[in-house]
């Protein structure tokens, strides 16, 4: 017998009601009947979004959302500025390459969060800017965008602006219109509890301008097609038609909740992991724009962060993530995010300080734990 | 209560193996467990392609992957030839033309099969075709292409052979190696029994110099990246883990039928639905190249084909296929793909002719079943 314990940033677990969807024999996509469950997807969608406008559902991985808002939005030799502060920020750079398109580079420092000034200059310098790529939570620092601020900042320009909202969308605030986030994109395995392969892409009317003026070539990922399809509620290809009846399931737990619940749930999650991070000594790989949905911390100089995550793993069932890139080895990763509550962080607590003793490192056993308690109690 | 039969080229029913398999908890994608399923699943696809080499796995649907083959093989204003001979030829065309393709298309009448000779002609004719793009079930006509032969005219040729199986593959015969197809396609709703998500893709040594030498834009759907994660038995993006997992049920059932057996199986289905055809007096829309996968009949000219689709799935349960574009309501389309079996085609005959029956056709009642029952017992 072992339980497993998923607190990586994506897949994240899945709930019952959605396991239960997933096995549900399948229907075909040309009816009334799956027309009628896309319908409540899309407006499902339009909640979790904060948006009036249409979110289109992809049969892709979040990158292929990604590479929706680079092809629809830009033709080759226009000019992008990419938020890059991660390995998920990077993405944004690499897809521009791959696509002829001159990409500006706002390098940030792993683990700080980009300064909106800093974007606010670059527009000002530079207006054949057309587009902004950011990211809310780069899953791969644990750090959390002030995309608010960032939208203040890129409103009243030129520029549209797009968010990489795979990580924290449902879990963390993000008021797609509120805060002129022209396109926003998720993916279905991180805050919507969901197994991947489902894209999610939202447009904002300035975005359309750029939608409809790309040159860029695209088919599958063609938004003009996605939104004539929508416009009748179907989809331009075959959909992926029992992740999107799963969907809905978790479109009615997200409901009954409420938004602002689900935020406080996750914000109250992240400040005990935080505590209890703090507690056992080991630093936030960020000081100040740790997100609500990973932390990522720094593992002691004396352990073996690779074998910690595999230990924890391998031995207890307990799957945390590891650094990526240059942080490999050199921090850990714990989502809490999705279908996860207090007693799992806990079980992840627990579990940490488990194999840190194990492992010879020296601290008070229980001391994480005892903070996220503390949390937790108030 | 109400059982429902699904009888469409796609999706197709799910076994339960794969219903139970889509309802397991998740694992991550980036861990020794995950590596070892897509181990098994790469190498099982290898068995159901007939090929030797890479069976890439990409998480979208087929026509996803019918992207990939058109932009990892060919750059804006190189020469392709499409066989057009219903709906989904048609999709090569379209794929060709949004990447500046020059598209030579050729055009076969709707529920006929392609002459091998033509495309030897063609071929012949314009050394400038690089690549050659075929279907082997046209799904919307029902009508199945000759690939052995067409892998004759095409294999001592510049060009690259590219087969859209994504309706047929698993179902009827398909020897990727054996008759020179450089590049199969296929999607994971229709002869592999599982819900839409997953593109196959298969490349052929001389695929892949057309590959490496492409300068299509891409990213998501870039082969060479697919490659090179598959090396090390991974995925370049997120996986579609669940759809995966079950994947490794599907194919575990196929090796213990094999493959020769469930084509023998699929052509027996196929038999009997078209002696019911007959016997009903429904004239078959191709004479003489029906697919053994989908079955495609002339609705009678006195019958509404619309009204007896909606009547089958609404009033009974049974969903088959109408037509689509040009063959809208004229023609009645029944799959006989994947988890189907002879009770599932006497169901779906003995609804057909019930009604008919009630929409005033005149024909002996029983009619239909007995035919297929005397193929059965043959």
């Not at 960020?286 to 074998?307: L, M």
Request: charged fraction near 25%.
């Amino acid at each position: 017998m072992r339980k497993n314990y998923l607190l990586t940033p994506g897949p994240t677990p899945l709930p019952p009601q959605v396991l239960e969807a997933m096995s549900r024999p399948i229907i075909h996509h040309r009816t009334p009947q799956f027309q009628a469950i896309l319908k409540e997807a899309m407006e499902g969608l339009k909640y979790v979004f904060q948006t009036a406008g249409d979110v289109f559902i992809l049969a892709s991985s979040g990158t292929g959302a990604m590479e929706a808002a680079v092809v629809n939005l830009l033709s080759s030799h226009d000019t992008a500025l990419c938020v890059q502060g991660g390995k998920f920020g990077e993405r944004w750079g690499e897809l521009c390459k791959a696509y002829g398109i001159s990409a500006q580079i706002l390098d940030v420092a792993w683990g700080s969060a980009v300064s909106p000034e800093e974007i606010k200059k670059r527009l000002a310098a530079d207006p054949k800017i057309k587009v902004v790529f950011t990211t809310l939570c780069e899953t791969s620092t644990g750090v959390v965008n002030d995309i608010e601020a960032i939208g203040r900042v890129v409103k009243d320009t030129q520029a549209v602006l797009v968010v990489d909202a795979i990580s924290g969308l449902g879990a963390i605030d993000l008021k797609t219109d509120a805060w002129a986030c022209d396109m926003v994109i998720s993916g279905s395995q991180k805050g919507l509890m969901l197994p991947p392969g489902l894209g999610f892409i939202s447009s904002s009317p300035k975005a359309w301008k750029l939608i409809e003026a790309s040159k860029s070539p695209r088919y599958y990922f063609d938004l003009r097609k996605a939104k004539k399809a929508a416009e009748k509620t179907d989809t331009p290809f075959t959909p992926a038609i029992n992740l999107i009846i799963a969907l809905n399931e978790v479109l009615k737990m997200i409901k009954l909740d409420g938004l602002e619940k689900i935020f406080v749930r996750h914000k109250k999650m992240a400040d005990a992991m935080r505590a209890a991070m703090k507690a056992l000594g080991l630093e936030l790989f960020s000081a100040d724009a740790s997100s609500d949905v990973v932390t990522a911390a720094k593992v002691p100089v004396e352990i073996d962060g690779e074998k910690l995550v595999k230990t924890m793993r391998d031995a207890y069932g307990v799957t945390i993530a590891g650094g990526q890139a240059e942080l490999k080895s050199k921090v850990i990763r714990i989502a809490h995010m999705g279908f996860i509550e207090e007693f799992d962080v806990i079980a992840g607590i627990s579990c940490l300080e488990k194999v840190l003793t194990q492992m010879g490192y020296k601290f008070t056993l229980g001391q994480g734990v005892k903070a996220a308690d503390e949390v937790f109690l108030k």
